[in-house]
């Protein structure tokens, strides 16, 4: 008998949306387990608007999608522990935490929901060259001390890389009166969203620079300057493009890494692609009765993706709880591969076993490029059942297709699954 | 006549929208919008563009927060949006703050108010 | 006696390990010690940025200093770390060759090495090194084995002196740029620093990169230190499994090559560039530099995962021509003692090192030693959760609940471990002093989720401390600006 039916580790959207859903009207006993003090994750830092217009119909900021959340989560009865770091999954769901307040716990349960999140790529993952001092920051990092702490990390600001908490900070720093001089971005693209880029940036007259990057750090104790240069279609600095921008701070938002270190100790397959676990059709990973959503999972570009995401695992995860004994005596059989082709980067799931799998099922991918006018095409071994019409597709957005239990039982001896991208 | 293509900026699909506008600046046409809010934003933008302004102000009496989030209700005209962040710089709320709370009514002569997006 | 004027028998100049040791050594003694230091913190110039290698000492030049206080300071190191609780792990290293052709030059060093009395030396074959390291590169054709070498936390190392020395009456005077030296008529010595006159009996110069101008302050000879620019790349802990003993290259006709190795953090080093700079502030990379990192690791490992780089530092070697260490008094300035051109094997040699210094003043000045039992000669280091169970580290929990509150999620510090680490003698004041001492932001989000809640404890616990001056690693590098609405404010009145 386990402590608990489900525990969900992580606070965030993922985390509340996983447990209210494996909560099953009451029906089962639901833990979540989160390392800060407050629940909602990094939604409370982000409090610009534009969430929710999915989930709720309306445009809300960040800390209040999480209150509804949260509230939702309270209402079904699911229990907290806040302050708590969990520091280790067995294979056979114990889970270890530790807090202030209650010191080093052994929780065990039926299932288990990752939902851990994510962190942002640091400086050295890009090895700028030049010094190390201070006035280097992520973006979220930035986001925290401007939004929670009310402190300005600097006046005169440059931004290296176009992810969305990038250009949100853009717009952020200078509403509290500092100078952006620019945004470099390596890739020829953003990899923000376009109304990121008309509302924080061009609303404000603040520069893109697309195929450019920092090629050099000035300044010992504090930043003086950065270095911006161009770069060629291999991403290499352009001699004599080089330009100086004096600065005292430089704000990186060059991507995100779902935080795995618990599902890798848990033993849990990671994909090379998405840095997240492995998953089959219930979003359960390699380790049986252990699922993840959200961004630990791989990483999303809404908040409402997310949310559904973790509904989906939540259920799963509870009704893998309910009949675990069972469950894991059973050798299962592995599900029909969904393979990434033709520019599509990845797809979560990566398997699907059609008899477990829901009447409708969402598959959700990215693409590797900018692709215009193409047709997002799935194909159920040669037979192509799938072809949505896009007129862009770009790596900064998640795009989604819908399979079909009924087209996936049709076929017997199905061997894979093909998720591509042709021209329309 | 004259033609104006825009991302709308009302959800995350940021849709490619084009304005035709009249001689005389009427709007002729609007197309590329997936739905009724692009056609409501597109208007606006070429008309009197407006904005949702989200910022913060510290709060005194929180045992757990030392700023509280807050939002403009509604939409203010975009170039307005600067003198409701200065409107909010020396404006201080006072615990207990909840979601929803009227932190400054009427900001800058908008006769839009500020609200609170935390509890605090 | 004025407020900013103090008196003491010895100062040594500069608070790196080699400054550190020897205060710790004279510590011993009834001397009144005191240690100057430019920098706000213990471990801020070469100490702090080198590969961190025990190394076992086969390279240097049999009969030279470097020789000797290399063999002994090995020896002395795997003690000291027992005594002062830091982490040292004697893995072992392997000096890798690549060609048949350079096998002789493997045998000198061999022969080299056991002139110079490094013991249990051994020539491993092609098969034998493949079992011991299986990601060597497929060139490799045999390797020179030192087990007697190994890897130390450097800064835990400088840290342990430091405390020891302070627990023992040294001094520490942080901030303290010494400007000039006068030698006073009655023979003692006058040091001008921003933070007041300090006189003393005896000077030791251990600063580093600026030994030479110290040196040049008091001496009729001239010294030149020229800083060795070393650039290196720190991994992921996924890579750091990658090779499990320091692996060097024999250098050859394809150059130097650079070491491959693990660090006690778990993480995997490569580097060295070796680059003669004349700026002895000079520790900023270059992309020429990491580019030869990347491409020379190649040499005697194969695949080193470089996608899982991390950071990248660079150090700079107190070099000068000779190279060779510079220990003693010098004749034209009696009193005044050199503790110079301490490069590579420096961190090794530091025991040995402070030993010798400390015997060299204790004869000028005819110093004894203190009463037996007076000298602590243990220090307790600060605990690291990672090397201990869950159940010893729920033990520390009910002792401290702290310990049960992680700040550094990717290297599991607890607030415990940094309250600790502010709260010691020469205490962090700093955000890299709570990352030296503690370990906290070097795991791979490096610092971007820590940042604020160090930041907010080193507010709290120290009172000259404010979240507005926190800085990264003392004054000029502040976290913060302002206030949020400081600069909008001013807009709004204008």
């Not at chain 1, 001092?133 to 290296?160: H, K």
């Not at chain 3, 030869?292 to 070099?319: M, N, Q, Y």
């Not at chain 3, 402070?354 to 039992?373: C, D, F, K, T």
Request: contains cysteine.
């Amino acid at each position: 008998m386990s402590d608990y039916d489900v525990i969900v580790i992580g606070g965030g959207p993922a985390g509340l949306a996983a447990a209210t859903a494996a909560r099953g009207e009451g029906k089962r006993s639901v833990l979540v387990i989160e390392r800060d003090q407050k629940l909602g994750g990094i939604l409370n830092q982000c409090i610009h608007n534009g969430f929710g217009l999915i989930t709720f119909n309306e445009e809300l900021t960040g800390p209040e999608y999480a209150a509804r959340y949260e509230r939702l989560a309270r209402e079904a009865g699911v229990e907290f522990l806040l302050d708590t770091m969990v520091l280790d999954v067995s294979p056979d769901h114990v889970v270890t935490c530790v807090s202030e307040a209650r010191g080093m716990q052994r929780i065990t349960a039926g299932a288990v929901v990752l939902a851990m999140g994510c962190r942002e790529r640091p400086r050295g993952a890009l090895n700028i060259p030049g010094f190390r001092p201070a006035g280097v920051y992520t973006a979220g990092t930035a986001q925290r001390l401007v939004n929670i702490e009310g402190l300005m990390p600097g006046r005169e600001v440059v931004i290296l890389g176009s992810g969305d908490i990038g250009l949100i900070m853009a717009r952020r720093m200078t509403l509290e009166g500092a100078h952006v001089a620019c945004v470099a971005e390596l890739m020829p693209y953003s990899g923000g969203l376009k109304r990121n880029i008309v509302q924080c940036l061009d609303d404000f007259g603040i520069p893109l620079l697309l195929s450019h990057t920092v090629t050099r750090v000035e300044g010992k104790s504090r930043v003086e300057a950065v270095w911006i240069a161009q770069v060629d279609e291999k991403g290499r600095p352009l001699p004599g493009t080089e330009k100086r921008y004096p600065c005292d701070t430089l704000l990186l938002s060059v991507g995100l890494l779902p935080e795995n270190e618990l599902s890798r100790a848990a033993g849990v397959e990671l994909s090379r692609v998405t840095r997240g676990p492995v998953v089959n059709e219930s979003l359960e990973t390699s380790m049986p009765g252990i699922f993840a959503c959200g961004n630990v999972l791989h990483v999303h570009d809404l908040v409402d993706y997310v949310s559904q995401e973790a509904t989906a695992a939540g259920t799963a995860a509870g009704a893998w709880a309910d009949a675990c004994v069972q469950h894991q005596a059973q050798d299962e059989e592995p599900g029909i591969p969904v393979v990434a082709e033709g520019g599509v980067r990845y797809t979560v799931p990566q398997s699907i076993d059609p008899e477990r799998m829901p009447e409708k099922l969402t598959v959700r991918f990215r693409v590797s490029g900018v692709y215009e006018d193409r047709r997002i095409c799935v194909y159920l071994g040669d037979e192509r059942v799938i072809a949505k019409r896009r007129p862009i597709l770009v790596p900064g957005e998640m795009e989604d297709v819908t399979l079909k239990r009924d087209d996936l039982l049709a076929r017997p001896g199905l061997e894979k699954i093909v998720v591509t991208l042709e021209e329309a | 006549m004259e033609k104006r293509t825009l991302t709308c900026i009302r959800c995350p699909r940021g849709c490619t929208v084009t304005v035709t506008l009249a001689d005389d600046g009427t709007i002729t046409s609007v197309t590329g919008n997936s739905c009724m809010r692009g056609d409501k934003y597109a208007r606006d933008e070429v008309t009197h563009p407006v904005r949702v302004v989200t910022t913060t102000v510290p709060v005194v009496g929180s045992a757990t927060e030392k700023m509280v989030s807050v939002k403009t209700a509604g939409d203010v005209p975009k170039g307005r949006v600067f003198d409701v962040v200065r409107a909010l710089a020396d404006v201080t709320a006072t615990a207990p703050v909840h979601i929803g709370d009227v932190i400054l009514a009427d900001v800058a002569g908008t006769g839009v108010d500020i609200v609170a997006t935390k509890d605090a | 006696m004025q407020e900013n004027e103090r008196h003491y028998d010895v100062v040594v100049i500069g608070a790196g390990v080699s400054g550190c040791a020897t205060a710790r050594e004279l510590a011993k003694t009834t001397a009144s010690v005191c240690v100057v230091e430019r920098e706000d913190d213990v471990c801020c110039g070469t100490s702090k940025a080198n590969s961190a290698i025990v190394h076992a000492g086969y390279d240097a030049t049999p009969g030279s200093l470097m020789a000797r206080l290399n063999v002994e300071g090995n020896a002395l190191m795997y003690e000291l770390a027992k005594k002062l609780q830091f982490t040292v792990k004697n893995i072992g290293s392997l000096v890798v060759c690549t060609s048949e052709r350079d096998m002789d030059g493997l045998r000198e060093l061999f022969a080299r090495g056991v002139a110079n009395g490094v013991p249990d030396l051994k020539i491993v074959d092609r098969d034998t090194l493949r079992s011991m390291e299986p990601n060597i590169s497929p060139n490799a054709v045999g390797a020179l084995w030192a087990p007697t070498a190994g890897i130390v936390d450097p800064f835990g190392l400088n840290v342990a002196l430091a405390e020891n020395a302070a627990t023992n009456g040294v001094d520490f005077i942080f901030n303290a740029p010494v400007t000039s030296i006068e030698r006073r008529p009655e023979g003692c010595f006058a040091l001008v620093t921003p933070r007041g006159r300090i006189f003393a009996r005896c000077v030791v110069n251990a600063a580093g990169v600026y030994a030479d101008q110290i040196h040049n302050m008091v001496c009729e000879d001239k010294l030149e230190i020229i800083p060795r620019r070393g650039q290196y790349m720190l991994l992921d802990t996924t890579a750091g499994n990658h090779v499990h003993h320091v692996v060097f290259a024999l250098p050859s006709k394809m150059g130097k090559g650079v070491l491959v190795s693990p660090t006690i953090h778990g993480n995997l080093i490569v580097g060295p560039t070796a680059e003669d700079i004349q700026d002895k502030e000079g520790t900023d990379t270059t992309a020429s530099g990491l580019a030869e990192v990347a491409e020379k690791c190649g040499i005697t490992v194969a695949d080193v995962p470089l996608r899982e780089v991390i950071t990248s530092f660079s150090g700079l070697r107190a070099h000068r021509a000779e190279h060779e260490f510079l220990i003693g008094e010098n004749p034209s300035a009696p009193g005044f003692v050199d503790c110079s051109a301490i490069e590579s094997p420096g961190l090794t040699a530091s025991p040995a090192i402070g030993r010798m210094v400390a015997g060299i003043v204790s004869n000028i000045l005819g110093l004894e030693e203190r009463p037996s039992g007076e000298f602590v000669d243990t220090r307790r280091g600060i605990p690291n959760m990672n090397d201990l169970s869950f159940e010893q580290w729920g033990s520390l929990c009910e002792e401290n609940p702290l310990y049960g509150r992680v700040i550094c999620r990717c290297c599991h510090v607890t607030e415990a471990q940094i309250v600790d680490a502010i709260h010691r003698p020469v205490g962090a004041r700093s955000l890299d002093g709570v990352k030296r001492r503690t370990g906290a932001c070097m795991g791979r989000c490096q610092a971007g989720f820590c940042t604020p809640k160090i930041m907010e404890i080193l507010s709290r616990e120290l009172p000259d401390v404010t979240m507005e001056n926190v800085t990264k690693s003392g004054p000029g590098s502040e976290f913060i600006e302002g206030h949020a609405k400081n600069a909008i404010s001013k807009e709004a009145r204008a």
